[in-house]
Every structure is written in C-alpha cells, then in structure tokens.
C-alpha cells in the first residue's frame, strides 16, 4: 500500500494518534461490532418483530420488546462470562467471614472459565500477529492448533514414569514442535516457491483436520466406542489453581509469559528487528543483507509453535483428551483477535479476554436466550472490517480530524 | 546480465536437475514398494468403459490390464524419465512431471483395482461434476484478479449462496428463482468486498477472510436458527434435472460423461468459452486486463479504472453465486453447515494453475475435480488406506501445484494492489 502516511508529525501529535489507533478504533471497533450484532438479535427475534409491525400504534412497545430481547441476550452473555456481581461480592464477604470455599467457587466460576478459554487466544493471536508483523498472513492457526494439541496429548498419555517437571515440558514441547513443523511447511514453499501462504495454510488446515479425524479413530483412540484420546497423565496437566469444576489453571499466565516473551523477541532482539523490517518493506530488507527465506521459515515456524502452544495449553489445562471438532475455530478467531489488537502483544492479549469473555457468554446466550453461538463470527468478522477499514468508524463517528495510521499486512501472489 | 549471475543460475539449475532427478528416482521406487510389491502375477485389473446404462447403441470393450507387466513398464517410464532429466537437464520440465505424475496415478488405479472393476466413465463423470464448482470458483477468481483485485472471498460467497439459493428454491418451489437468487448474493457480497478494498482500501486479504468468517457465522446462525426448525418448508429444494443432449448422448465413452449432465455443468461450460472470449477478443477485456496490469496507464488513456475492478469483481461474484447455487440446488438439494469445505480456496489453486486464464483454469480444475472423484472411488474399492488420507489428496494437489514445480504462473502485474488516483 503506498499511503503510507509521511511521519513528519510533532511528537504529540504523534502520540495522541498512536492513542487513537491503538485504543480508541479497536474500541469503537467492537461496540459497532456488538451493535450491529444486538440488531441481528432484535431482527431475529418474534416478539420484537411483531412489536415493529405495530410501531406506529405504540411506538414505545417497539422499542422496548427491542430492548428486552438484547438485555436478555446481552445479560446472558455477560452473566455467563463474568458472573453476578453481587452474588461474587457476597460470596467473597462469605468466605472472609466463614472460610467456605463452596459459594466462592460457585460465584467465581463464570469468570474462570473465560479465562480458561481466553487462555488458546492469545497463543493462536500471538500466533496470527507475529505473521503479519512479517508481512505473513498466518490463516493455517487453525491446523497448527489441531497438530500441536496432537503431539502434546500423545506426549501426555502415552509417557507414564515421567516426573512432572520434565513431563509437562517435554509435552508443551511436544505441541510446540508439531505446530512448527505445521507452520514451517508453508513458510518454505513461500519462501522458496513463492506459493502464497494464504492457500497453502488453509490446505494444511484440511489436512490437519483429516489427519486428527485418522488418528482419533485408529492410532490414538481410547478404547470404548467414542472417538477421543485416552485422557493425559496427571504429570503432563498444567496444574490447577482450583477444584473441578473449575479449569483455570497455569496454561493462562504461560500465555502472558509467552507474550511477553514475544515482546522481547520482536521489539529488543536484531532478529524480531530483521523480522519487522521484512515485514514493513521486503525489498528494503533484502538489500540491507537480510535473508527473506530464512525469515519467512523461521516467522512461520514460529508462528506455528505458537498455535501449537494454543492447542498444546488447551488440552493440557482445560480437556485433557481430543475429541472430534476440538478447536471450535480458534485458528479463525485468532484472525480477528491479532488485528484488533493491532498485532502487538499487549493488544494480543486484552484482545484475547474480550474473546474469551465473548466466545464463554455466547454458549450461555445460546442456552439461556437461543441465540445460536455463531452470531459471534459475525460480529467477529464485522470488527475484522471495521478495524480494517477505520474509515468506516470516522465517518459513523464524525471523527473527523484524527490522522489513521496504516501498516501493510499482506501482499499479493508470489511477491 | 553479469557472468556471475549467470554462474549462479546455472548453479540453481544444476541443484534443481539432480533434485527432480532424485525426485523421480524415488517416485519409481514408491512404485515398486508399494505397488508392485504388494501385487501377485496373474492378476488383472478390468477398467468399465459403459455406463450400466441399457441405452447405450455402441458398447466398447472394456479395458482389462495385467497387473504386474502393466506396473512394471510404469516403473521403467518413470526410470526413463529421471534418466532424462540427470542427463539432458530441466527443459520441458511441465510434461516430464506430468508424464510422471500420470504414470504413478495409473500405477496406483492398477493396483488398487488389481482383481476387480472399475469403472473409468464413473469416473470420468464425477471428475467433471467435482470439478464444476472448483472451476466456477476459479473463474469468479480470474474475473476480478484480471481486474487486479485479490478475492479471497469466494469461500464465503459460495457458502452464502448455496443457503439463499435452496431457501429461495424450496420457498417458491421453483429451481431457477434460487438460481437467480443466487447470483443475486453474490453480486451483493462481491460488492462488499468490492467497496472495502477499492473505496475504502482494506487490505484485500482481510477483507476476503473477513468475508469468509462472516459467511460461516451468518450461514450457521441462520440454519441453526431457521432451517432447522422447519426443514421442508425452507430446506428442502430437490434438485435440476439431468439434460439429455439428444444424439450426442449416445458417443461410446465421451456421450455419457459430456451430454448427460445437469444444467450447472452446461453453464460452466458456456461461462469458461464466454469469459475467455471476453477477456481476450472484445475491448472490455482488454480494458480489464490494462487495468490489472498497469492501471495508471490504463488511467492516463481515459479507462474508468474503479469502474473496471467494481464491475469485474461484482460479475465475478455472479460467476461464485451459481458455483454455490451448485452445492445445494445443483447437487443435494439442501444446506449443510460449511459445505463448501474449501472448493473456493482450491478454485483460487486452480486459477492460478491455470495462469489466470479461463481454459487453463478449467483444465486445472479438472485436475482437482479428478483428485477428489479418485478418493470417492477409493473409498467404494475398501482398499487398504484410510479414508482420511485419501480425502487429503485434493487438498495435498492443491499445495503441490502452488509450489509451482509443474509449472510457474505469473500474476497480473497489479494483482493485490490497490489504486490510487492522481
């Protein structure tokens, strides 16, 4: 893209838009998104049709039949991702006063659980980000994911005289590497064939999934009639914080850590800086000397390990065994997640927890108000276009004045 | 050109001769192991060449080939072939691979038929029928990357209308207004993508998988919420009839594979010879193409080059929506959750193949449509490989032909990038 915005800017000038670019669009971002989404559910819903068939008779009728049928739904959501407020605070009073466990495990369960679930997307976001970064669009997360939670799960239940301090490594591991040879495959065939790696990793995910489907039903299958792995040994669990029912376990502040980790990498290591430059003007990069190869295997090789990190801490914290249809899209998700986050890690992570609170809610929003749990790809794909596309934003709110920032994300076949 | 250029050229295709060379070495070898090995002598493998069919006026023997001594001059070709290359170099590469490629397909129908039938008009048949959506999927991909628009969307505009062509078919009980539904949404969703990366200049990639994600989220949200509660009275559309072509019908072989097919078959037919005339003998393809190679200077000469890649990508949308209306209307007659199960990308693998020409195109679908008619079969002859791993041949071929090895395509130069006006 060559409008690329001259950076002749006062710095405080500067520091206001990176403000706007980072926080207030990604923001603006999601509520657009969660509206348009309230108006599926107002569309979508009986009572309210019927209200706005007779909106000229009572026009607050309308309105209000609108209002409940989001409430209801948006409440479910909320209350199934974060819990009841209230019920938290007096079960936190409760167990200051008395020691009970029970109500406060009860009370704190919806919020766990989100982040349980938050914990796949900011190893897949960070996977996804890294990749655009280098000017690498990483779509094959979702194969990556089912890979390395393969390699981790065969690792976990098949090794059984193992401590857990080298079990759990050497499974953590196991996914890691699975998942980079996933990635690293299309990044060779990129860098050496100019086989665009939007394609190829959507056929590694096919192959992915067709792959756990074989192994699910003949190598890896349990006994019993299901087709699912047989479960982990304990020493390969990420170890939890809490008793069943509650899954929060260490997988999540590895994620952080890994985040973290990946901060470093990219913006205080020569390599993260060789990876970004390659990213940001290719042709720049490989006149200064750089290796576009190697960088592009090593970038999707990375890539890779971190989605295969996701499917890795998945099955290792929260399911401990595979079952058919295991991801449920986080590869995809994670699509969305890297752009509003803007492709930094930080924002990988904030990011992560929205979709972790949003994808957790929804299965209660589906149970609770009968909003089936795909309204959230929805939305997701309205916030990928409305951060894609931040003219989109300025103009539904007349900001008129604010500079936008654009980063080239990917390029076209074979360059 | 400087001489140390030309050394280094000549050094890579040293390496890639002795690498393709080795390549074909070891596909003889896989030949041997795993097919000659696993043969007895005597056997022999039929190949049908009749439908089962009575109407048939003219009956063609079938094919019947000895297993061993048929896998054995396989081998040799394929030996000879590498021997080719080590010695007289890479030229020609695309036929000497594609030679290769045949023989070992042929090696492993052999085997796998080895005491048993097979029918190769069946097959024949559902190559064109798999390929069909492929190919209309690749032809909506030339249509708008001639135009230097990158769609990645397809995926999603075919998903999308495959659900409104049946809902609108078994709503008013009549196939062509699904049809025409159809097209309708994908020139709507074309649009969209249209308006995201011209106007507004959203990267075409992730406005594409944007498209995509929100095709699988709405599709499933409204089966879930609407098709499945009442199945008859939304999804259930039946399906076009099989048209007949009188006459040439009855062709030994070519009759029934060819003019014994439905009308979306017919279509794509029609549609390759007509966007392939378009866009290369009429002033409206050259225009697109101008504009997909050097906009600019299509601009200076007073070409509208908006206009050009917003009518190109909406016509190409079009071109998607009756690949859609395949998957339901054209083939089951009913909406299945993620049904398209990436013919789009693989038509995107096609158009490149086929160098972003409408007859290329279709000839490489047929290729993929060939890859996924052999894994059916394979399934139907129980032999000893999982079904998963034959499902992953279409998409395994897809990644092949992107590296490019058979043969390198060239984008249009603008391909991707979005213009600006000066």
């Given at each position: 893209m060559e409008d690329k915005v001259n950076k002749t800017d006062q710095t405080d000038g500067k520091r206001a838009s990176t403000l706007v670019n980072n926080v207030l669009l990604p923001a603006l971002a999601v509520f657009t998104g969660l509206l348009a989404g309230a108006v599926i559910i107002a569309i979508t819903n009986v009572a309210t049709l019927t209200a706005w068939s007779h909106f000229f008779q009572s026009p607050l009728n309308a309105l209000s039949a609108t209002w409940s049928a989001v409430a209801t739904a948006y409440g479910a959501l909320f209350l199934g991702a974060i819990g009841n407020p209230k019920e938290i605070v007096a079960a936190f009073q409760n167990y200051f006063a008395t020691g009970q466990t029970g109500q406060l495990y009860k009370a704190i369960y919806p919020f766990t659980e989100s982040l349980v679930t938050s914990t796949p997307y900011i190893f897949a976001g960070l996977s996804v980000a890294l990749g655009f970064r280098c000017g690498?669009?990483?779509?094959g997360a979702e194969g990556q994911f089912y890979v390395g939670a393969l390699g981790s799960c065969f690792i976990g239940y098949s090794i059984?005289?193992?401590p857990w301090f080298i079990h759990l490594p050497l499974a953590l591991l196991g996914g890691a590497l699975a998942g980079a040879i996933w990635g690293a495959i299309p990044g060779y065939l990129k860098a050496?064939?100019?086989?665009?790696e939007v394609v190829n990793t959507i056929m590694m995910n096919y192959i992915a999934i067709l792959l756990t489907d074989w192994l699910l039903e003949g190598p890896m299958k349990a006994s019993g009639y299901r087709p699912v792995t047989p479960t982990i040994q304990t020493t390969a669990q990420l170890p939890?914080?809490?008793?069943?029912?509650?899954?929060?376990?260490w997988g999540f502040f590895l994620g952080l850590a890994v985040a973290a980790l990946v901060y470093w990498f990219l913006f205080k290591t020569t390599l993260g800086f060789e990876i970004r430059a390659v990213g940001s003007n290719p042709n720049a990069a490989k006149y200064a000397g750089m290796s576009i190869l190697k960088n592009f295997v090593l970038v999707m090789g990375l890539c890779g390990a971190l989605a295969g990190l996701a499917g890795a801490s998945e099955v290792?914290?929260?399911?401990l065994w595979i079952g058919q249809?295991?991801?449920?899209?986080y590869g995809f998700d994670s699509i969305a997640l890297a752009l509003l986050g803007n492709s930094h890690p930080v924002g990988v992570v904030l990011a992560a927890l929205l979709f972790g609170i949003l994808r957790f809610g929804a299965t209660s929003m589906q149970s609770?108000?009968?909003?089936?749990?795909d309204i959230i790809s929805v939305i997701q794909s309205l916030i990928i276009i409305f951060v894609a596309a931040p003219e989109i934003i300025r103009w539904l709110y007349r900001l008129r004045n604010i500079r936008v920032e654009r980063t080239v994300l990917t390029r076209g076949w074979g360059q | 050109m400087t001489t140390q250029s030309l050394t280094k050229e000549q050094a890579t295709s040293y390496t890639r001769q002795i690498f393709i060379g080795a390549s074909l070495l070891m596909t003889a070898l896989l030949m041997f192991i795993l097919f000659l090995q696993n043969t007895k002598p005597g056997q022999t493998a039929t190949f049908g060449t009749?439908?089962?069919?009575?109407?048939?006026p003219v009956k063609i023997p079938d094919i019947v080939l000895p297993v061993q001594p048929t896998l054995y001059v396989l081998i040799g070709i394929t030996i000879l072939l590498a021997a080719w290359v080590l010695i007289r170099?890479?030229?020609a590469m695309g036929w000497l691979i594609s030679i290769a490629v045949f023989c070992f397909v042929v090696s492993f129908l052999v085997w796998a038929t080895q005491d048993n039938s097979f029918s190769l008009v069946g097959m024949l048949g559902t190559t064109l029928i798999s390929a069909t959506p492929i190919a209309l999927a690749a032809l909506c991909g030339v249509m708008s990357e001639r135009a230097a628009v990158v769609n990645i969307a397809i995926e999603g505009i075919m998903l999308t209308c495959a659900q409104t062509a049946v809902v609108a078919a078994t709503l008013t009980q009549n196939l062509y207004i699904g049809l025409i539904v159809a097209i309708l949404t994908g020139a709507v969703i074309a649009a969209i993508h249209a308006v995201l990366v011209i106007?507004?200049?959203?990267?075409q990639i992730v406005s594409g998988t944007a498209i995509n994600i929100f095709a699988t989220g709405a599709t499933a949200f409204i089966a879930k919420f609407y098709l499945q509660k009442d199945i008859n009275l939304l999804n259930n559309s039946g399906t076009f009839p099989t048209i007949i072509i009188p006459?040439?019908?009855?062709?030994?072989?070519l009759g029934p594979v060819?003019?014994?097919?439905d009308l979306i078959f017919y279509i794509t037919v029609m549609l390759v010879v007509v966007v392939h005339f378009l866009l290369f003998y009429t002033p409206w393809g050259l225009r697109t193409r101008a504009v997909g190679e050097h906009p600019k200077a299509a601009d200076t000469l007073g070409i509208n080059v908006y206009l050009m890649r917003y009518v190109n990508v909406i016509l190409g949308g079009m071109i998607a929506g009756v690949g859609g209306a395949y998957f339901t209307i054209g083939s089951v007659g009913r909406f299945d959750q993620d049904?398209?199960?990436g013919k789009g990308f693989i038509g995107l693998a096609a158009m490149i193949f086929g160098n972003w020409n409408p007859i290329g195109a279709y000839l490489a679908s047929l290729l993929f449509g060939f890859a996924d008619s052999l894994q059916l079969k394979m399934q139907i002859l129980?032999?000893?490989?999982p079904s998963e791993f034959l499902a992953m041949a279409p998409y395994i071929v897809t990644i092949i032909v992107l590296t490019g090895v058979i043969g390198r395509a060239i984008p249009p130069?603008?391909?991707?990038k979005p213009y600006e006006k000066q």
């Open positions: 690498l669009f990483n779509i059984t005289t193992l050496k064939f100019g086989a665009h939890r914080f809490f008793p069943a029912p509650l899954r929060f376990n290792l914290g929260a399911d249809g295991f991801s449920a899209g609770l108000a009968g909003i089936p749990i | 009749n439908l089962s069919g009575p109407d048939q170099g890479t030229r106007r507004f200049k959203v990267d006459g040439l019908s009855k062709i030994p072989i060819f003019f014994d097919n049904m398209t199960n129980s032999i000893p490989i130069a603008a391909d991707g």
